[in-house]
């Protein structure tokens, strides 16, 4: 089955497609995980996205029940420099090809994927289009430069849960923050966490879990109202794919909340957080996705390698002299953490979580807790 994958510029490879027979359009942006492309594949963040993967073999160890961060596939196609054709892992029910066309979603692989990454990190991230199905390079190409922009593209609302749900610790497996791994919890008095699901992934209601927090799961246009009659003791806000400025009923329903509980948000969150407090963002060249970026936070002095996936940033300038930025990305500076200097409130635009990628920012879940118990 032959593959083109078009950028809306007028740049074109050609390879041998995988998964699913059909076309998509979307951002294309890199991932430079070497493992983890389960999780990256059903990671809601990536709603509207086209992920190419840095590492050059992906699918070595296939597929598994276990590994999955949500419902479902979310990213719109997969690029991949060589597909092993060999699952080789114990835990594997099928392979990444299967795993894909069950999920409807296409792949192509046999390309140069170091040209195409280094084509975005000069150029920058844009609309592409991956077509396994017969069409020529122009069609190709003219449904890339048709697709939607992700700029002002509002997805929480494609990516939420539908009604509120509790995480139970029935539901508890650890594969990602592995440091937080407890027994079963019989605490009647553990305390209660609202989790705002704007796309999130299964391992963070995992690390609350861990740490001895009843979790309800609500969509994301819940508002500050309804909220409080689940009486939490804090909320937290997730991951999630799109542009942030677009969400502005959740911006309000946030600063109802804030000062009333405490509030940690991450990724998504965080982005949301910085605009509620009266901050701005703004759109990154090509993002930061993968599970090797350095970030230092301020207040310790220490440096965390963490995993991330965002392609919009909180502009540090644009933030009230009441807030301060607590983590700051030392490859290219930007904002990657900040708090309220006097109301219970903090964030950070990377994903502690990790599932896939390192367990160094997994203390940020702990300092979550304390702030529950102060």
């Given at each position: 089955m032959k593959a083109i994958l078009a950028l809306e510029d007028g740049s074109v490879w050609h390879g041998e497609g995988f998964g699913?027979?059909?076309?998509?359009?979307?951002?294309?942006v890199f991932n430079t995980s070497m493992t983890g492309y389960q999780e990256i594949l059903t990671d809601p963040s990536y709603r509207g996205q086209i992920v190419t993967m840095t590492y050059p073999l992906i699918g070595n160890y296939g597929v598994n029940d276990a590994d999955t961060e949500s419902r479902q596939v979310f990213v719109e196609g997969l690029v991949v420099r060589e597909l092993s054709r060999v699952v080789s892992n114990w835990r594997a029910t099928k392979s990444l090809d299967e795993y894909l066309k069950d999920a409807g979603a296409p792949g192509i692989s046999d390309i140069d994927t170091r040209s195409l990454v280094r084509h975005i990190r000069v150029r920058g991230s844009m609309r592409g289009c991956l077509a396994t199905a017969d069409l020529t390079e122009a069609e190709v190409i003219q449904k890339a430069r048709s697709a939607p922009e992700m700029v002002g593209a509002a997805l929480a609302s494609e990516v939420t849960c539908e009604q509120s749900y509790g995480w139970s610790d029935d539901q508890f497996r650890v594969y990602g923050s592995a440091a937080l791994l407890h027994q079963?919890?019989?605490?009647?008095?553990?305390?209660?966490?609202?989790?705002y699901d704007f796309g999130l992934k299964y391992n963070s209601l995992r690390s609350l879990a861990a740490l001895d927090c009843r979790v309800t799961v609500v969509p994301a246009h819940t508002t500050a109202e309804q909220v409080s009659e689940l009486k939490p003791d804090g909320i937290w806000l997730s991951n999630g794919p799109g542009d942030p400025e677009p969400l502005t009923d959740i911006i309000a329903n946030l600063r109802k909340l804030f000062g009333r509980y405490p509030v940690f948000g991450i990724c998504l969150g965080h982005q949301l957080v910085g605009l509620a407090l009266g901050g701005r963002t703004y759109k990154l060249p090509f993002g930061h996705h993968g599970g090797n970026h350095p970030v230092k936070d301020l207040t310790t002095g220490r440096v965390e390698i963490t995993a991330q996936n965002h392609g919009f940033a909180v502009d540090a300038d644009s933030l009230p002299a009441d807030c301060e930025v607590t983590h700051?990305?030392?490859?290219?500076?930007?904002v990657e953490g900040l708090r309220h200097k006097s109301l219970p409130v903090f964030s950070v635009q990377y994903h502690p979580e990790a599932a896939p990628g390192p367990h160094d920012a997994c203390y940020l879940f702990e300092r979550f807790r304390e702030l529950l118990k102060s």
């Open positions: 699913a027979n059909t076309c998509v359009v979307g951002e294309v079963k919890s019989s605490n009647p008095n553990r305390p209660h966490v609202v989790a700051i990305n030392l490859n290219d500076n930007t």
